[in-house]
């Protein structure tokens, strides 16, 4: 089928190359030479597009701009971004803010075919392509909440005890670590399970905004108040105001809040009287609010009366033992909305990989890989290659694309490796690391095994394999050394005086101790 890919890129040579391998490949290319024009093109053009290859490095507006205006355009076409050599961290950059994959040049047909047919293959599904988000407005509980560390168990304890009063709540956790959700789910336990929940985004709201969408207006009240307007209080008599963001108000919207929180009222703007609204104030940041205090950014009256019971969501690379629980969750929740017809599983390389990562967009990162990887699955188990941007991340990861291109901690290797020999973790010593990679001892073994024979044949000597073991542990469970002692079933003095012996650096555990 004939898809249509817009092309952005400054670089006039580059676009004639990417058109003709696009037009062999079928399809046809519409060509941009910088992000907004490429933008201008969408807003003539954008029904027809499919898929959007993008430059990062551009003048004018850049391919980070691009993808910033897409976002907020809240259009969905799947981005594939192409950078240079050596570029990997600008692509996790660009990854974290939507894209759907990445190229290095010079780009490859097979890579390019590969990367628009997967992108191809998202759109087509049930027209949804780079959020994996459940729809907002279904009713959450806590049994939704799929935890199993105890920091998150705290979590759930302390959100349980808030759901059974109106007492304003605070969440405070990076973005993604399920803010929201909690927030959604207190509603859900409490009395006013059957009111609005009714949520406003302080960020993303223009300041100039923020107190009528609050507390609304009346007609006439300023230039362009045609009409009369509720807000979201008056939305949200009754039942729950979820304030995301909360660190983002004006301080001159602060003061309208302290009162509505302090006298249960508001005052619309240009009306005469002000308002008794009922509502349960719950409040996310995923800034530091006593900091915002102390840099007079935030009201220090207003953060004692919102911040009566705070909970604090750890980000995801804190509490791990969440990991596997959620990917599971996930594995399952796709497959079942995409209605595949057998079971799909994930390899234990995979789970070791979606482990070690430190996830740096917490949960929502973590929802859109799996959805991505099962949306993209071609078997019924999902490997370590359903996963090329995350394994790029993790140093040790070697992953191979079908068409024969590598990802490791370096950058981007052409390997003789075949395709189907995708995935090589590496567990390197100090000493492998001054060698070239090593490649995995034969194509039947696990993903995340170690070696039993030597190079020669024989099998290893047991302290090797030891040495190499722990320092595996300690990178996979980025130095926590109890971590590490818990799990390699030793005590932590007997750990210390390994690593003393091996010479290992807990810091940096693929060097040698100094
Ligand atoms: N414990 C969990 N179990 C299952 N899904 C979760 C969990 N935590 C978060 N999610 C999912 O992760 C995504 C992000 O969660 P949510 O929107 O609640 O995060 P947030 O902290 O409010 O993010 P932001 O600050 O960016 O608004 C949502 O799709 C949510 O359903």
């Known amino acids: 089928m004939t898809s249509h890919i817009l092309v952005i890129d400054d670089d006039p040579v580059q676009r004639r190359l990417l ?24 807003e003539r053009k954008g029904g027809i597009i499919n898929v959007i290859l993008l430059d990062l490095l551009m003048p004018e507006m850049n391919g980070h701009g691009f993808l910033e205006a897409l976002a907020e355009r809240g259009i969905d076409i ?84 808030a759901a059974q009063s109106n007492i304003p709540v605070v969440l405070e956790g990076e973005s993604g670590v399920g803010k929201e959700m909690v927030a959604r789910a207190i509603q859900s336990a409490s009395e006013r399970t059957n009111k609005p929940f009714v949520t406003v985004n302080c960020g993303a709201i223009p300041q100039n905004l923020v107190e009528s969408i609050l507390f609304g207006h009346e007609k006439g009240a300023f230039t362009g108040a045609t009409e009369r307007h509720s807000g979201k209080f008056v939305d949200a ?70 911040n009566v019971f705070p909970i604090t969501i750890p980000a995801l690379r804190r509490r791990k033992e969440d990991i ?30 979606l482990t070690a990562y430190d996830w740096p967009g917490n949960i929502r990162q973590l929802e859109n890989a799996i959805f991505r990887a099962v949306v993209l699955a071609e078997g019924n188990e999902l490997t370590v ?28 290797e052409r390997r003789l490796a075949a395709a189907d020999r995708a995935v090589a973790p ?26 039993s024979l030597s190079e020669g044949g024989d099998v290893r000597k047991l302290a090797e394999v030891e040495e190499e073991l722990i320092r595996f542990a300690l990178k996979f469970y980025r130095g926590q050394m109890s971590q590490v002692a818990r799990k390699l079933g030793i005590g932590r003095s007997t750990l210390y005086r390994k690593l003393k012996d091996y010479g290992i650096d807990p810091d940096n555990p693929l060097r040698d101790a100094a």
């Open 78 to 161: 799947p981005v594939i971004v192409q950078t240079g050599q050596g570029g990997i961290e600008t692509v996790v950059q660009a990854m974290q803010a939507g894209a759907f994959d990445f190229l290095v040049k010079p780009v490859s047909p097979e890579r390019l075919s590969i990367a628009i047919g997967n992108a191809l293959k998202m759109a087509s599904r049930d027209g949804r392509v780079k959020t994996a988000r459940r729809p907002r407005g279904g009713a959450v509980g806590f049994d939704d909440i799929v935890s199993a560390s105890p920091a998150m168990i705290r979590v759930i304890d302390l959100a349980r005890r």
């Open 324 to 353: 596997p629980v959620l990917v599971r969750a996930f594995v399952e929740r796709f497959a079942a909305e995409q209605r595949l017809n057998q079971p799909l599983t994930l390899s234990s390389g995979a789970m070791a990989l």
């Open 426 to 451: 590496r567990v390197e010593t100090g000493a492998q690391e001054k060698t070239a990679p090593r490649e995995p001892a034969s194509d039947t073994r696990p993903e995340n095994a170690i070696a």
């Open 237 to 306: 008599d009754g039942g729950t105001l979820f304030l995301d963001e909360i660190g983002d108000l004006p301080l001159e919207v602060q003061v309208k809040l302290l009162r509505a929180v302090q006298q249960g009222e508001i005052e619309t703007i240009g009306a005469r009287q002000p308002q008794k609204v009922n509502v349960r104030l719950i409040s996310a940041t995923n800034k530091d609010l006593i900091n915002e205090v102390r840099e007079g950014r935030f009201r220090e009256d207003l953060y004692y009366r919102l």
């Open 19 to 42: 058109t003709n391998m696009i037009e062999r490949l079928g399809h046809v290319a519409h060509l941009a030479d910088n992000g907004r024009s490429g933008l201008e093109l969408l």
């Open 385 to 412: 290659r359903d996963f090329p941007q995350i394994a790029t991340q993790i140093p040790g990861y070697v992953v191979a694309d079908r068409s024969g291109f590598s990802w490791g901690e370096a950058g981007p």
